[in-house]
């Protein structure tokens, strides 16, 4: 720069530069700059890499020993979580939950993967996190709680890959199907099995009785939606009776956030994922609390019997779409009045869990042993229900 600036000061105008010469070498020694700045840059992240993975394998060695130390089963080798998953293909969210092949999702926890080994489904959750003292010492909490759940209506705990340097893997059983795919995909083609009130009123048990379990230990889930209750599917065969499916419902999905509130960045991605399942006062704290899984259940419930997804963000509204269905099932009522319970403005006003058990559990003994039960069976059949309302259509104008 000192050279150039010396050759335009020259006292003979002939030996000084051309302006698109002194243009041409300013514009040289940025490129040069900014090439060396670039190259700085890089050299700076790579040491942040390398101490961060550094930082990480020497913590994931220490939760591996401990959880070695105090009989931790659950450890899954790098091997047979490539068996599980494959070769994932990148889909939309709405994809991830149909098919058999294994599926990517990319989400604020990090990538979760869908795959299948001996016919199982497991749901791979590859965590991106800062392993420090706080989140080693959270994890390995979480890792032994999750250990002991032991319910039907919870999944389970496959194990948990530390081999991985770059980040955790969390493995849990499935289930056969997501709620989600079966209220708004193509999953129910597969069983031969009307998708009757009953059978919805038995998945919502199963579903608040897993949560109402993770609650009674202490544990908030933090993300409760459809995509997070699965279903476990009985063929007829292994029930013995013919002309019945039965539907096992399980809370999926938890555990997780407590990890995820951590990392500020990504917590805050977090809070925007789903916004109509979470709780008002959840999105302004960011404090999980098992009152603010209520409400997500609440906007479960909405979604199961009115077979609409809910994408606003006001409980009216939401209340709203079970005043669609046609009023064929009484009890369609206190599903109402249970869902406006559960989603109460005032948290201290909800219901909890147990509660909420109790309150379905009645509901659904009700409905079995109506003498003259209601002829619900094809009532979320769209194809029905068109057919239905022309005929009344033109009975009305006859």
């Not at 479960?300 to 994408?311: G, I, K, T």
């Not at 009700?366 to 309302?389: F, G, R, T, V």
Request: aromatic share 6%; charged share 25%.
């Amino acid at each position: 720069m000192a050279n150039l600036a010396l050759d335009c000061l020259k006292s003979e105008i002939e030996d000084r530069p051309q302006m698109k010469e002194v243009l041409e070498h300013l514009c040289s020694l940025k490129r040069k700059m900014l090439e060396q700045e670039r190259k700085i840059a890089e050299l700076m992240e790579e040491r942040r890499i390398a101490e961060l993975t550094e930082r990480r394998t020497v913590a994931f060695r220490e939760i591996k020993a401990i959880l070695q130390d105090i009989g931790f089963e659950r450890l899954v080798t790098k091997e047979k979580i490539d068996s599980i998953v494959g070769n994932p293909k990148q889909v939309s969210t709405s994809e991830a939950f149909s098919g058999k092949s294994s599926v990517l999702i990319q989400r604020a926890i990090g990538k979760i993967c869908m795959g299948h080994l001996k016919n199982i489904r497991f749901i791979v959750i590859k965590m991106s996190v800062e392993a420090d003292e706080i989140w080693k010492e959270m994890f390995l909490y979480e890792m032994i709680m999750q250990s002991r759940i032991e319910h039907c209506n919870v999944a389970k705990l496959f194990g948990c890959c530390l081999d991985h340097v770059d980040a955790p893997v969390l493995v849990y059983k499935y289930g056969d199907i997501g709620l989600h795919d079966a209220l708004f995909g193509n999953a129910w083609q597969q069983f031969d099995c009307p998708f009757a009130c009953e059978i919805r009123l038995e998945i919502a048990v199963g579903a608040a009785e897993g949560l109402a379990h993770l609650h009674s230990l202490n544990v908030v889930h933090g993300d409760v939606r459809t995509a997070n209750v699965v279903l476990d599917v009985y063929s007829k065969s292994k029930l013995e009776m013919p002309g019945i499916t039965a539907f096992m419902a399980k809370i999926a999905g938890y555990g997780t956030q407590r990890l995820l509130s951590l990392d500020k960045a990504k917590h805050e991605i977090f809070l925007t994922e789903n916004i109509h399942y979470k709780d008002p006062h959840f999105l302004k704290t960011g404090l999980m609390a098992k009152e603010y899984d209520v409400y997500g259940f609440g906007v479960v419930l909405v979604e199961l019997f009115a077979q609409n997804m809910v994408q606003m963000h006001d409980v009216n509204m939401v209340l709203k779409e079970l005043d669609g269905i046609p009023a064929r099932c009484h009890h369609l009522k206190e599903i109402k009045k249970l869902a406006s319970w559960c989603l109460a403005s005032k948290v201290t006003e909800r219901p909890a869990m147990d509660k909420v058990v109790r309150c379905l559990r009645a509901v659904l003994t009700n409905l079995q042993n109506l003498h003259d039960p209601c002829n619900c069976k094809s009532m979320y059949n769209k194809s029905a229900m068109q057919s239905e309302q022309i005929t009344s259509a033109k009975s009305a104008s006859s």
